[in-house]
């Protein structure tokens, strides 16, 4: 009856006219299908099909409001439940990592479904360690580590339940690992984009772990992969996020400098000027960089990047966020003398005045 529900949840082409448990009918047997989940806990097929059909209804709930998620009934706990009791059942914690990121990821009711799975618990423990359990198990299947890693990235969005998550190192060894076991793979660029994204996340909020970081060697990864995947311009946006979070701490900021980040950066200034976003994210790791680093200064003053900060002042087209990182870096940089005679040279003061004529009442 459960793998009956699963394959009807799941529908033939994604449109809402094809749904069928939908509508005041269907209420009845998503209740029913939380109660057989509870009642046999043991029964890996009815875990198995009702993981998976909490999954095809939550993920069809945003573009079909008559369906039925489960939100208000207790979904999230069946799944946590289904993954505690079957820790080392590869099916079940598949498709209860695919449930729990169409549950939080992509519901209607994502935001009470993330609440609930942060407050949930499992076998005496918090609710969200079924994740980093999960990636243990299934560390071959791609997909659904992928999956976990979007899961994390999306919950440490979140200060609350991020905080919850850094009770434990083990979300962020895990994400390590995700990235260490994929490397300069092109198709788990996307992986390698959410698993930055999540670390950095966890970094922002929480010190304790910086340490993790250096000692598996993460921080090398990211200024890697600044270099592959096929200039693959999400994922460099989050590592450069990464690099970012983690320059805050003078140990890691020494490691960044000594890996030669610091010119990286700097040909994606060039290379990627139409990027705003990855912009941004590359001149605020090179701005903390700057701060009390002799040497990181006189890596970006260089005719390129002098260059390409003085184009981005005068092109009347920049956002006001990156104008300030911007002018930001070049007050940092004109303290070094031979900097700040190339930033003459090449027309930083006109390019200072075309931003205080173009935002005379801003005062930053």
């Not at 449109?15 to 069928?20: H, I, K, L, T």
């Not at 069809?60 to 799944?79: C, F, H, Q």
């Not at 788990?188 to 922002?204: D, F, H, P, S």
Request: charged share 20%; with cysteine; glycine share 4%.
């Amino acid at each position: 009856a459960c793998e009956l529900l699963f394959a009807l949840a799941a529908s033939v082409d994604g449109n809402a006219e094809s749904d069928v448990l939908a509508g005041p009918d269907a209420e009845g047997a998503v209740d029913a299908l939380l109660i057989i989940m509870q009642t046999h806990l043991q029964e890996e097929r009815i875990q198995i099909a009702g993981c998976g059909t909490l999954c095809c209804l939550s993920a069809a709930s945003k573009s079909n409001r008559e369906i039925n998620d489960g939100t208000l009934s207790g979904a999230i706990l069946s799944v946590v439940s289904a993954m505690s009791m079957h820790r080392k059942n590869p099916e079940v914690q598949e498709w209860g990592i695919r449930a729990l990121y169409a549950q939080c990821v992509l519901s209607v009711n994502s935001d009470a479904n993330r609440k609930s799975l942060a407050e949930s618990e499992g076998d005496g423990e918090s609710g969200v360690n079924v994740i980093w359990r999960a990636m243990d198990v299934v560390k071959e299947d791609l997909v659904t580590i992928e999956l976990s890693c979007r899961l994390y990235w999306c919950l440490s969005a979140n200060d609350d339940i991020c905080n919850i998550l850094t009770r434990t190192h083990k979300p962020v060894e895990q994400l390590i690992s995700a990235v260490m076991s994929v490397h300069k793979r092109p198709e788990a660029a996307a992986l390698t984009e959410a698993a930055y994204g999540a670390l950095a996340n966890l970094a922002r909020l929480s010190t304790t772990n910086h340490k993790v970081y250096r000692d598996r060697k993460i921080i090398a990864k990211a200024i890697e992969s600044l270099q592959g995947f096929g200039y693959d311009e999400e994922m460099y946006v989050e590592a450069c996020g990464l690099l970012a979070v983690l320059s805050s701490n003078p140990e890691n900021k020494q490691a960044i400098v000594e890996k030669d980040a610091v010119s990286i950066m700097s040909r994606l200034i060039a290379n990627f000027s139409h990027n705003s976003n990855l912009l941004e994210e590359v001149l605020n790791a090179l701005l903390l960089l700057c701060i009390d680093s002799k040497n990181v200064k006189s890596a970006l003053s260089t005719d390129s990047t002098i260059s390409a900060l003085v184009k981005m002042l005068r092109d009347r087209e920049t956002s006001q966020v990156l104008l300030e990182i911007c002018c930001s870096i070049i007050c940092s940089l004109s303290i070094r003398r031979q900097s700040a005679e190339m930033l003459i040279t090449y027309g930083a003061v006109d390019g200072l005045l075309t931003v205080l004529d173009r935002f005379p009442q801003e005062r930053k």
